[in-house]
């Protein structure tokens, strides 16, 4: 049985910094590749970032690139995305997706509200 558990969701000041976890379960995070997605009220859901470790790649959306660095830990079977200099655009819902190949898995959002 295969689960994402996202957390580290909050309140924060604009120029605060917060760290997203997606705990894995089920599966090993270094034979997947995990982004991280938001969704802000009213818009859809864009891609933020991810990482493939089998790839030795990372990917960042414009919007976030110098701000936000995703990582993972093969220990704790986890995957991170670090947030600084955050800003009022960044509000919105986040949420963790582990995929190979037709396999993906979603999970739940942690809500990160960023006040100015």
């Known amino acids: 049985d295969v689960q994402l558990q996202a957390f580290g969701g909050g309140l924060v000041q604009a120029g605060g910094s917060l760290r997203l976890s997606c705990a894995v379960s089920g599966l090993t995070v270094d034979d997947y590749t995990f982004g991280w997605f938001r969704q802000a009220p009213g818009k859809e859901r864009e891609g933020v970032s991810c990482i493939s470790r089998s790839e030795n790649s990372t990917y960042y959306t414009d919007s976030v690139k110098g701000r936000f660095t995703i990582s993972s830990d093969n220990a704790e079977n986890t995957v991170y995305l670090q947030m600084n200099s955050l800003k009022s655009e960044d509000t919105a819902v986040y949420y963790c997706?582990?995929?190979?190949?037709?396999?993906?898995?979603w999970g739940q959002g942690t809500k990160v509200t960023v006040s100015s």
């Open positions: 997706n582990g995929w190979y190949r037709r396999e993906s898995y």
